[in-house]
């Protein structure tokens, strides 16, 4: 997987692209806020929006253009930008 684990991803749009929920795949959003576990996202419904809090660990995530394997960014946003790749 091609990323950068010091990447800042709220704000930006977001896919789940491989889990074992089958009701998660292909889901998409803007990711508005984050923790160590989860993303807090904004998701598109047929005629609403609404926020859905995706768990990291066993998701793997398409984030712009990057691969991101959620068990590897499983880190506080303040810590994970501190890290070196």
């Known amino acids: 997987m091609t990323n950068s684990i010091r990447d800042e991803f709220i704000g930006k ?27 807090k996202m904004l998701v598109n419904k047929r005629n609403f929006r609404e926020f859905k809090v995706i768990m990291k660990q066993g998701n793997t995530f398409m984030i712009g253009k990057k691969l991101f394997d959620g068990n590897k960014i499983m880190k506080r946003p303040e810590d994970r930008i501190k890290l070196r790749d």
């Open 13 to 39: 749009e977001a896919e789940i692209v491989r889990t074992r929920n089958k009701q998660l795949l292909g889901l998409k959003g803007k990711i508005v806020d984050e923790t160590k576990n989860s993303f």
